[in-house]
């Protein structure tokens, strides 16, 4: 099975869970020994789940983990009934604001604890008042973490999970969203999906596919297979191990298309791939075999353009669709059908000589920002371009350009969660607010997007 341990989140795309705290038992003896992974950060209105994977392990008076970002040890003492944790040492990695700012929230909260209890496999660490501080559940013998999987049934459905991250193919569309570490197994947070339609009995066949993942509450590994399970124990999806075909190292690399260097193939090592196509942003999974290339379901932002770039862009997908094989010839990447016919041409990206091209993100740009009139607003802008975050509903992503005259954000593409009224009114305002960004300046610690006249557009902290 392929896995990775407890690993570093890279994006997240996180929707948020509440968990009840149970009532607080008097001190207890019973052996803390083991590995934990917590669950709740807090207790009651406060309780948080946090996001991505932290983990314990006790073993004697030794204390190690991951905290979400950095790897932690130090020790643990009971004395007459009281605990105290040391001061954690921690590796000095760094990470995503909300995530480095979490990871010091855990280890603070280590500190303030005094007792525990441990009762239907869940362990609670509650401080002086008996409040509850953090909680955890017993680590299962097999972690998810890392696993790729393919539906029993129907091999094109697949299932990955990183580090509080999930993601795959459905019967028609590409999605993903978190899912989260509880007491009795895993939930699935809102799942984001591609839009694609496609024939009437797949597109039911999704319809129940991710009803069951909604209702998904534990899982069991045993003879090379995932069983996703409702409250009750029933059975509601069987997957496969499975193995993400690697992309070899000749064709990973960034593309531009011969003759229209605005139209861009980005394959990673693992086999996905994403670009900009003559209007929208791209992206899905490739299956790589010695000489022989598909291109799954291929998703996309929903811009419209003009005509001749809507035809363009559907002659260009339509190309990707009919891929079965390449070969690379004089530094072009060369992709053909089944007869060996030519359908697309690409060559190596080089932004020599572009005096538009992009540059460098400044350091001072690559962080997570918090919208400052609305904190449940978020931006993350990382070092290669891309940018993520939550808009007042919606999860979103695309990427962004630094130049020398400023900074311009893509075609957005974002999750389709429907929302209040007055909240679709405010995303809809925001992503209009990021179209118009020509420029930005940081001014006090605060991120100050411009348009074109100078003027500020949207203020993050």
């Not at 006790?58 to 105290?84: M, Q």
Request: hydrophobic share 40%.
């Amino acid at each position: 099975m392929k896995r990775t341990g407890l690993v570093l989140l890279a994006l997240i795309l996180a929707g948020g869970l509440v968990f009840a705290a149970g009532c607080v038992a008097a001190p207890q003896t019973q052996s803390l020994e083991g590995n934990w992974i917590l669950t709740g950060i807090g207790s009651n209105s406060t309780v948080e789940h946090p996001t991505g994977i932290i983990s314990m392990e006790i073993a004697g008076t030794n204390v190690s983990g991951n905290a979400g970002v950095n790897s932690y040890h130090g020790t643990i003492t009971i004395e007459d009934g009281k605990v105290t944790f040391s001061p954690m040492a921690t590796t000095l990695m760094a990470g995503p604001e909300g995530m480095m700012a979490q990871e010091t929230a855990f280890l603070a909260t280590l500190q303030n604890v005094t007792a525990y209890t441990i009762a239907n496999g869940v362990l609670t660490f509650t401080d002086a008042s008996g409040n509850v501080l953090l909680t955890f559940a017993a680590m299962p013998a097999e972690t998810l973490d890392g696993t790729s999987w393919t539906l029993e049934g129907n091999n094109d459905v697949t299932l990955e999970f990183t580090n509080g991250a999930f993601n795959g193919q459905a019967p028609v569309n590409l999605y993903f969203g978190s899912w989260y570490v509880t007491e009795n197994g895993i939930l699935f947070g809102a799942t984001g999906t591609t839009m694609m339609a496609g024939p009437e009995d797949q597109m039911t066949a999704e319809t129940e596919f991710f009803a069951a993942l909604n209702n998904v509450t534990g899982y069991k590994i045993a003879e090379g297979k995932l069983v996703l399970t409702d409250k009750d124990g029933k059975t509601l999806l069987t997957f496969t191990e499975a193995a993400l075909e690697q992309a070899g190292s000749t064709i990973s690399g960034n593309w531009t298309l011969e003759g229209n260097n605005n139209v861009t193939l980005d394959i990673t090592a693992d086999g996905a791939f994403n670009g900009q196509a003559p209007v929208n942003l791209y992206f899905g999974t490739a299956t790589i075999d010695g000489n022989s290339l598909s291109f799954g379901t291929v998703g996309a932002t929903k811009m419209a353009g003009p005509e001749d770039l809507m035809t363009a862009e559907n002659e260009f997908f339509a190309a990707l669709n009919n891929v079965t094989g390449y070969k690379i010839t004089d530094g072009k990447l060369v992709l053909t059908d089944k007869d060996g016919n030519t359908l697309l041409t690409f060559v190596q990206s080089s932004d020599s000589g572009n005096a538009d091209s992009q540059a460098p993100v400044d350091d001072e740009l690559v962080k997570e920002w918090v919208l400052a009139d609305n904190d449940k607003v978020t931006l993350n802008i990382t070092a290669d371009g891309a940018f993520n975050g939550q808009a007042p509903v919606n999860l979103y992503f695309g990427s962004c350009t630094v130049t020398e005259d400023g900074l311009t954000f893509g075609a957005v593409g974002s999750t389709m969660m429907a929302g209040p009224e007055e909240d679709m009114a405010a995303e809809s305002e925001f992503y209009s607010a990021l179209g118009s960004v020509a420029g930005y300046k940081v001014v006090d610690g605060q991120l100050l997007l411009t348009d074109a006249a100078g003027n500020t557009v949207l203020t993050f902290e």
